[in-house]
């Protein structure tokens, strides 16, 4: 088991997630559950670069000159689970989750009366929604096989919700499983979270590669442990290698 820590309050549940295979998975006759759980998970990423404005067959024409191609940006990723990662204290970490950056739309949609009112309301059950959440929890395992980023082009009209311009973002979904009472399958699939949950990264790598890489959102940097989140996600890996 490998703990993230998210969360600077190291009283609070910290995000964990580990490959061990569960009591009801279907192990072969030459192997049992022990060395099953050793193996591990295998992470595959897959990341395609390309220039703003050009096809895939346009980017990798050698005849076309540089000064003629666009920005670059990530024009598709995905993160392969095998087997899918089992995820644990997910309801608190995603709760905790907005603690972390300052969403860009929010402070205008609480100007709204309404959508003010529902906010304010929900944040004081904030604490009762997470006992709840976490209760349900306890009786489905969340189970990670696939994390995809499509680029997206948000405020094409003029300006976006939050006043920013309109630009390239990536969309995060997710593809797995949900476990109920440890044998009935529940299959996600490229679901995809409100960004005020999780914001939605740039897509431009001038903007990606930066401090600040989220277009949705602003980071809230004094409340990230980089470094321990860093060593946290480092000593979790066994072995890796690259190709391009």
């Known amino acids: 088991r490998h703990i993230i820590p998210l969360d600077k309050d190291e009283r609070r549940p910290q995000f964990w997630f580990d490959s061990q295979t569960n009591k009801n998975d279907i192990v072969s006759a030459t192997e049992n559950a022990a060395d099953a759980t050793k193996k591990g998970c295998k992470v595959s990423a897959n990341i395609t670069v390309g220039s703003e404005r050009f096809t895939r067959e346009e980017d990798l024409d050698t005849t076309r000159h540089t000064l003629s191609r666009s920005r670059p940006m990530v024009k598709g990723a995905d993160l392969i689970f095998d087997p899918p990662l089992r995820l644990g204290n997910v309801a608190p970490t995603l709760l905790h989750f907005p603690n972390l950056f300052e969403d860009r739309a929010l402070p205008k949609l609480r100007r709204m009366q309404v959508v003010g009112f529902i906010i304010e309301f929900l ?23 696939k994390v995809t980023a499509t680029p997206v082009y948000r405020g094409s009209g003029g300006l976006l ?16 499983h949900v476990l109920l009472f440890d044998w009935i399958p529940i299959p996600f699939i490229s679901f995809q979270l409100p960004t005020f949950i999780i914001p939605q990264p740039h897509a431009l790598l001038e903007y990606l590669m930066t401090k600040q890489p989220l277009a949705s959102a602003k980071l809230r940097r004094e409340n990230i442990s980089d470094e321990k989140i860093a060593v946290a996600a480092l000593n979790a890996l066994d072995s890796w290698s690259t190709n391009i």
């Not at 904030?126 to 096989?145: A, D, P, T, Y």
């Not at 919700?161 to 797995?176: C, K």
């Open 123 to 145: 944040a004081s059950l904030w604490f009762l929604l997470e006992k709840i959440l976490w209760m349900v929890e306890r009786n489905c395992q969340v189970h990670l096989g």
């Open 161 to 176: 919700v939050g006043g920013t311009t309109p630009q390239w973002r990536l969309a995060l979904s997710f593809t797995g």
